[in-house]
């Protein structure tokens, strides 16, 4: 069974650090390029965070650029975003989605919380 288990969500104060971790399982993990979403309240999905099936090469949104930081440890089967210098607009449910080469196989975890409130 897949699974992707997001974890490390909650309150924080504007500049503050969040440190978010995915889970995976029931797929060959390394195969599979990894990145994050969010979703704030009345506003689409939007891809924050991605990372390829080696680590090698990173890609951010502009907003989140010098400020988040995605990586993975295959041996591990995790992929986490850390978040520094955390905004009010970081606000949002944070998303794990697992997908290969051609996107034929996507998977998606449920999501954790990050509040960025003073």
């Known amino acids: 069974q897949v699974q992707l288990v997001e974890s490390g969500g909650g309150l924080v104060q504007p500049g503050g650090s969040l440190r978010l971790s995915c889970a995976a399982s029931g797929f060959t993990f390394h195969y599979y390029i990894m990145k994050w979403y969010r979703q704030a309240p009345g506003k689409e999905r939007e891809l924050v965070a991605g990372i390829t099936r080696d680590g090698g090469v990173k890609n951010y949104a502009e907003s989140v650029k010098g400020r988040f930081s995605i990586s993975r440890d295959n041996r591990r089967r995790m992929v986490y975003l850390q978040m520094n210098s955390l905004k009010l607009e970081d606000t949002a449910v944070y998303y794990c989605?697992?997908?290969?080469?051609?996107?034929?196989?996507?998977?998606w975890g449920q999501g954790t919380q990050v509040t960025v409130s003073s």
């Open positions: 989605k697992a997908e290969d080469l051609g996107a034929s196989n996507v998977y």
